[in-house]
């Protein structure tokens, strides 16, 4: 449906169970939805709804994607997203699908952007300016101009201030302008006519037909009849105002006889006309029905006089086709050709696939032959739906579906119709890496269901350009979230608390009254409602995590007894200081140290709202313990009632937090690096995130105001599994599933050891079986879609090409796993063996899950104790030691001409007797 309309009424809060609204909307023109709206009303929208959504700024590219692919026209995005997020060679949303929200401080910018192909523009006018004004009409002109509404029928939405009530006029005067009226769902009403109205209210469709205008002196507008499927026409009938409003109140079609005043089809003869659509046309003087038909006992099509489907005779094509099906389905005579495809499964499958082996072997150049056999497979293939019971509108909406995603597969055949040849294993083909598709409106069929499969390769295939293509992660668009994330952290910077509570609103959509939570954190109602065998685990995960970063204290090198009291091992008495301190004499007389202590404050983010993720506050909150961090925050999203998880509240108490700040995001981020009255600032910034929470922490640790640190970047999680031809298929399968739910977005991967084709099928099998038995599986398919296989001949170059990816997370089932695991050198955590699934190490195993994604295995280590230490060095050195290291020191600094550090030295040695040459003066 195109977005040009009269009015688009934007949904509400309260009417998002408004059944007729809805229903009503979905026969008349688009709906606006707000993203906090979305969830809450997506399942229960009509089918021929069309709708746009609203995002509020900073918008999730992921978010606004995965809406446009399930069905929305357009996503609705800020003036300050747009700017960032479309002006790219490759944007991350399609131009055409776009439409951007402009309040008076941008209203004068835009008009460039807006000339790049945008879906439109929805313009908020500023306090006081009414809808009929002079300055109105020149501020939307602007972008009526500048988009070429009137010519591409792209739309200009308009919203009057939150204090002005619409009226029918107000949507009269801006489609004049070529315009459309934005009106709240709270202020719209459904009169039977115009003149029934309530107060305080608009007639919503005296505002839809506001602008339909006719030239016939009786006032009716010609109407055009189309079915459903395939648009055909059924006939040319009248209109009047008072028809089309019964028509889109009652979902029955009505129309006016220009004889017997108001014809509501059917009435008489039962065969009714579900609507489906009304548009006008393109100068608002005629309509078009678009209408589902149902038979009457005796009349079964449109025309009243012939009783055909339509007044123009009878159909042709598909239509007919698909009526004379649906008919021989129910009547075909027995033993008749028909009536044996329909009762015959594998007859009619044998005649698919012949048809379509015979359109595929025709010809380009005999047009004819290639024609006939399309007309076999449409034949044969309408029979496969009509016996399911499908019809051509149910494909037609399939394909309309499909046109909206703009998230494409790479579009590789299937392996066994690779080559011409249905057995062929996967292993035997070598598709290529491909580009990802360009985002696009475009129609593309694609395959929802069917097989989860990630695509194989076999390394003696794969050359160096493709290897190396193979090893690339999906790109991350950093720098435009940062665009996002900057107004954000200036804004926590510059208004502190205020700020924080105004974007948890926002964002979170939960007023509160504070940011923080303070200690004590659980009380006997908290633990009440935190399952017993939940409890348990956390105590017991707690443990084991603690015992291991405990231990890391203890390893620093040669530890000794420190005589400056800096800490170790006192081997007097054999008991355990402080910390280990690395201690060596590096020649008689001069003593090095180096010694760790802890980063007085850090902020501790856990990723939350509607989730529950007490592992990660685990993972960070006790090796900051552990490291004795005097000043632990630990930042969460609220839950929709404003409460933190008693999960994670139970866990914060445990590892000694010092306050809970209560909101997530970007703001989070900023008011840990900067402070606030009531969030104390911190000295490094510790935990997984989104792209919000990644990008606002790179930020932070670049801004000298904040004088920030942070553990690392972070990407989509990941897993590599090398496996070999003794490794359990169900193990391998589950093991590359368990990050594939992660995300759409996650990073699966994995690298046979001479599997064979049978070897690497049962592992395909147990895969794709095991993915559609889990809830998140559409999540799944698109992660598996992006993942790949490698098959190679030896252990060497399983090693080789795990090091050169350097995973998040590697899974070693192989023969002697030990041994394998000897070569492993870039990767963020190693689970070795058959027994050692991944997700042990995420909960409770005792490693840290918080680990370097997207590659930076090769540069950074997990979180660990050492990541809330700073480690500080020292050096003591007796006057035989200076004696023997000093006139070095001397030499040194003179060479580099810091006549000050040699002298510091000097003077010294002066005192115990050693005279050094006089400094080298340098001639003029």
């Known amino acids: 449906m195109s977005l040009s309309t009269p009015v688009l009424p934007i949904l509400e809060k309260e009417d998002v169970n408004n059944k007729q609204l809805l229903s009503v909307m979905s026969r008349s023109a688009p709906l606006l939805i707000p993203f906090a709206q979305y969830d809450q009303v997506k399942s229960s929208l009509p089918r021929s709804l069309s709708y746009i959504v609203q995002f509020v700024s900073p918008v999730s590219i992921p978010d606004a994607a995965d809406v446009l692919d399930a069905g929305a026209e357009a996503v609705s995005i800020s003036a300050n997203d747009a700017s960032t997020i479309l002006q790219e ?160 109140l009652t979902g029955s079609a009505v129309y006016q006889s220009r004889t017997r005043g108001l014809w509501r089809k059917g009435e008489s003869s039962g065969a009714t006309q579900e609507v489906v659509r009304i548009r006008m046309d393109c100068d608002s003087d005629a309509l078009e029905f678009t209408v589902r038909q149902k038979a009457g006992q005796e009349h079964i099509g449109f025309c009243h006089l012939t009783n055909r ?127 990802p598709a360009p985002k696009s409106a475009a129609a593309v069929v694609e395959e929802d269901e069917g097989p989860i499969k990630m695509t194989s390769y076999r390394l003696e295939n794969v050359s160096e350009s ?54 004590p954190f659980t009380s006997p109602a908290v633990l009440q409602k935190i399952k017993p065998e939940v409890k348990n685990a956390i105590d017991q995960a707690y443990n084991n995590i603690y015992a291991f970063h405990a231990a890391q204290k203890k390893v620093g090198g040669n530890v000794k007894a420190s005589q400056a009291g800096i800490g170790g091992i006192n081997t007097a008495t054999g008991e355990e200081a402080d910390d280990a301190v690395l201690e060596m004499e590096t020649m008689p007389g001069v003593v090095c140290r180096r010694f760790a202590r802890p980063i007085q404050s850090v902020g501790l983010y856990v990723p939350g709202g509607t989730a529950i993720l007490p592992s990660t506050a685990l993972m960070l909150g006790i090796p900051a313990q552990v490291a004795r961090c005097p000043t632990i925050v630990l930042a969460t999203p609220p839950r929709p009632d404003g409460s933190i998880t008693p999960e994670v509240l139970y866990v914060a108490e445990k590892v000694g937090a010092k306050c809970i700040l209560a909101a997530g995001g970007a703001q989070a981020v900023g008011a840990m690096a900067y402070g606030t009255k009531s969030v104390p600032k911190v000295d490094k910034i510790v935990g997984p995130g989104n792209q919000f929470v990644t990008a606002a922490k790179m930020i932070v640790q670049n801004d000298t105001d904040a004088l920030v640190s942070i553990d690392m970047p972070a990407g989509p999680s990941e897993v ?205």
Not at 502 to 512: I, P, W, Y
């Open 89 to 248: 060679d490759s944007p991350a949303l399609p131009f055409e699908r776009v439409i951007v929200q402009i309040d008076p401080s941008t209203a004068i910018s835009l008009p460039e952007l807006a000339k790049k192909g945008l879906a439109g523009v929805h313009i908020s006018l500023p306090e006081g300016l009414s809808l009929q004004d002079a300055k109105t009409g020149e501020l939307v002109g602007q972008f009526v101009s500048s988009i070429e509404a009137k010519k591409t029928g792209r739309p200009v939405f308009v919203s009057a201030s939150n204090a002005t009530l619409p009226t029918v006029e107000d949507a009269a005067y801006l489609t004049s302008i070529g315009a459309s009226l934005v009106i709240p769902t709270s202020k719209i009403d459904l009169p039977k006519d115009e003149k029934s109205t309530s107060a305080g209210k608009i007639d919503l469709i005296g505002a839809l037909l506001a602008s339909l205008k006719s030239d016939r002196q009786d006032g009716l507008f010609p109407t055009t009849v189309v079915a459903s499927a395939l648009g055909t026409s059924l006939g040319l009938v009248y209109s009047s105002q008072q028809s089309i409003r019964e028509s889109i």
């Open 309 to 435: 489907e339509g007044c123009f005779g009878r159909t042709s094509g598909l239509a007919l086709l698909e009526s004379t099906l649906q008919s021989r389905l129910k009547s075909a005579p027995a033993g008749s050709y028909t009536a044996r495809i329909f009762s015959d499964a594998a007859l009619l499958e044998a005649k698919i696939r012949e048809e379509a082996s015979e359109l595929v072997q025709a010809k380009d150049e005999d047009k004819q032959h290639v024609a006939f056999e399309m007309a076999d497979l449409l034949y044969f293939t309408l029979a496969r739906c009509v016996r399911a019971g499908v019809s051509l509108e149910d494909v037609e909406r399939s394909l309309d579906a499909k046109a909206h995603k703009i998230t494409r597969r790479k579009g590789d055949a299937k392996p066994q119709f690779i080559n011409g040849n249905p057995a062929a294993s996967s292993s035997d083909s070598k598709p290529l890496p491909s580009a």
């Open 466 to 519: 493709e290897r190396t293509d193979l090893m690339k992660r999906p790109s991350i668009k950093t720098e435009a979230v940062m665009e996002l994330c900057r107004p954000i952290l200036r804004s926590v910077k510059e208004r502190g608390d205020e700020a924080v509570l105004e974007l948890t609103t926002k964002f979170d959509r939960v007023k509160l009254n504070s940011p923080v939570v303070l200690p």
């Open 720 to 924: 590599l599994v090398i496996a070999d031809g003794d490794a359990d298929p169900e193990f391998v399968a589950s093991d590359l599933l368990s990050q594939a739910e992660h995300g759409p977005d996650s990073q699966v991967v994995l690298v046979g050891i001479q599997l064979s084709d049978k070897q690497l099928a049962a592992i395909e099998a147990a895969l794709d079986r095991q993915a559609h038995a889990l809830p998140r599986c559409s999540v799944v398919r698109k992660a598996i879609e992006k993942s790949l296989t490698i098959v190679v001949p030896t252990r060497e170059e399983a090693l080789r090409w795990s090091n050169e990816y350097a995973p998040e997370h590697l899974i070693i089932q192989a023969k002697e796993p030990e041994a394998l695991a000897k070569g492993v050198i870039n990767a963020g955590s190693v689970f070795v063996g058959p027994w050692s699934p991944e997700s042990c190490g995420d909960y409770a195993s005792g490693t840290n899950h918080t680990l370097p994604t997207y590659g930076l295995a090769r540069q950074y280590s997990g979180v660990s104790t050492s990541t809330f230490e700073k480690n500080i060095t020292s050096q003591s050195l007796t006057a035989e030691g200076l004696k023997l290291l000093g006139p070095h020191v001397v030499h040194l600094a003179e060479c580099e001409e810091l006549e000050a550090h040699a002298n510091a030295v000097r003077l010294r040695l002066k005192t115990l007797g050693i005279e050094m040459p006089p400094p080298h003066v340098k001639s003029a």
